[in-house]
């Protein structure tokens, strides 16, 4: 009888120890959800055994959800690019500040027919063509954005500077030497002599003509603050080919006053076309973290977008 027990007491101590076992299981589960919903009820529910044991688990499981979530924030902070949106605030102040410029520039054209029509007289030929060779090249000074322009003397060197050798360019990239005397020596020239030529056929320093060239200038001006200073190489392709299409445009203008204005200010597109595939293939190579394109618009957080006029720190 003794020996016919026998595997029965066995099999009950085997069923009392896995029983034992999963209730001790089903309790440090216990302890583990209500610290991770009710904290509070840990210390009355769970048994003391498991209590350090749930604690340091559930506390290990804090740790790492709470370190996944502050790497992924930074990681979106950190690049705007994860998750793009469009910089409306940029958009805003490009549109002010054209608005500035064009404003400055009619005003200005305007008080000095009205100061030449007093003596009865028009502006010399050579007068004329200096005044809208230095617009050509300073044209920035009525514009609000910080436009800034690279830096001559490194690009003859060959040294980067805002806007050139600061970023991955192609390799057919013409050497520095070559923009200043493009836009010095020849873009410049052209640019006053074809303005100088309209202003003698009608008369007047604001027209449409020449305000269509002072939109060209404009537009130029700010791709300068988008590729230059803040460096958004998606937009300043959109940019690029504004200035493009605003320069033909200029120069269609011309050519209603006088034809020869027009080709000689439609000659300089040559030179924006070659400088709008240089940057185009600039943005190629110079893609997001992640190895995608940047958007082609101006994305929230890429830059801060900033007037310089009336700002602190000015340089």
Same mark, same amino acid.
Request: aromatic share 10%; hydrophobic share 45%.
């Given at each position: 009888?003794?020996f016919?027990i026998?595997?029965?007491?066995a099999?009950?101590?085997?069923a009392l120890?896995l029983?034992?076992?999963?209730?001790?299981i089903?309790?440090?589960?216990?302890?583990?959800?209500?610290?991770l919903h009710?904290?509070?009820l840990?210390a009355k529910s769970?048994?003391a055994?498991f209590?350090p044991?749930?604690?340091?688990a559930?506390t290990?499981?804090?740790?790492?959800?709470t370190t996944t979530?502050?790497q992924?924030?930074?990681?979106?902070?950190?690049?705007p690019?994860?998750?793009p949106?469009?910089?409306t605030d940029a958009?805003a102040k490009?549109?002010?500040?054209?608005?500035?410029?064009l404003?400055l520039?009619? *005003?200005?054209?305007?008080?000095?027919?009205?100061?030449?029509?007093?003596f009865?007289?028009?502006?010399?030929?050579?007068a004329a063509?200096f @005044?809208f060779?230095?617009c050509?090249?300073?044209s920035r &000074?009525?514009?609000?954005?910080n436009?800034?322009r690279?830096?001559r003397s490194?690009?003859?060197e060959?040294?980067?500077?805002?806007?050139?050798?600061?970023?991955?360019?192609p390799s057919?990239t013409?050497?520095?030497?070559?923009f200043?005397?493009?836009?010095?020596l020849?873009?410049g020239?052209l640019?006053?002599?074809s303005?100088?030529l309209?202003?003698?056929?009608?008369?007047?320093l604001f027209?449409l003509?020449?305000?269509?060239?002072?939109?060209?200038l404009?537009v130029?001006?700010?791709?300068?603050?988008?590729?230059?200073t803040?460096?958004?190489y998606?937009a300043?392709v @959109?940019? @690029?080919l504004?200035?493009v299409l605003?320069a033909?445009?200029?120069?269609?203008q011309?050519s209603? &006053?006088?034809?020869? *204005?027009?080709?000689?200010?439609? #000659?300089?597109?040559l030179w924006l &076309?070659?400088?709008?595939?240089?940057?185009?293939?600039?943005?190629?190579l110079?893609p997001t973290e992640? #190895?995608?394109?940047v958007?082609?618009?101006? @994305?929230? #957080?890429?830059?801060?977008?900033?007037?310089?006029?009336?700002?602190?720190?000015?340089?």
């Amino acid at each position: 009888t003794i020996f016919a027990i026998r595997p029965v007491l066995a099999l009950a101590a085997t069923a009392l120890f896995l029983q034992g076992n999963l209730l001790s299981i089903a309790a440090f589960q216990t302890s583990a959800y209500q610290s991770l919903h009710h904290p509070k009820l840990l210390a009355k529910s769970a048994p003391a055994p498991f209590l350090p044991a749930a604690a340091d688990a559930i506390t290990h499981a804090h740790v790492v959800k709470t370190t996944t979530e502050l790497q992924s924030s930074t990681t979106n902070e950190e690049d705007p690019y994860t998750s793009p949106q469009l910089d409306t605030d940029a958009l805003a102040k490009y549109a002010t500040s054209a608005v500035a410029e064009l404003t400055l520039f009619g *005003a200005t054209f305007q008080l000095l027919d009205l100061a030449l029509a007093q003596f009865d007289a028009q502006i010399p030929f050579p007068a004329a063509a200096f @005044v809208f060779y230095a617009c050509s090249l300073k044209s920035r &000074v009525f514009n609000p954005l910080n436009n800034q322009r690279p830096d001559r003397s490194k690009a003859v060197e060959g040294e980067g500077s805002s806007g050139f050798r600061d970023r991955v360019m192609p390799s057919w990239t013409p050497p520095g030497v070559i923009f200043p005397i493009m836009w010095v020596l020849i873009i410049g020239p052209l640019r006053a002599y074809s303005a100088a030529l309209v202003v003698s056929n009608t008369g007047s320093l604001f027209s449409l003509p020449i305000m269509a060239f002072m939109l060209h200038l404009t537009v130029g001006d700010i791709w300068n603050t988008i590729n230059n200073t803040e460096k958004r190489y998606g937009a300043a392709v @959109v940019g @690029v080919l504004c200035v493009v299409l605003s320069a033909a445009n200029a120069a269609y203008q011309y050519s209603t &006053v006088d034809p020869l *204005a027009g080709k000689l200010l439609g #000659g300089t597109c040559l030179w924006l &076309v070659t400088a709008a595939a240089l940057i185009t293939d600039t943005w190629r190579l110079n893609p997001t973290e992640n #190895g995608e394109r940047v958007p082609l618009y101006p @994305v929230k #957080g890429e830059a801060e977008t900033s007037f310089l006029w009336g700002s602190k720190g000015e340089e």
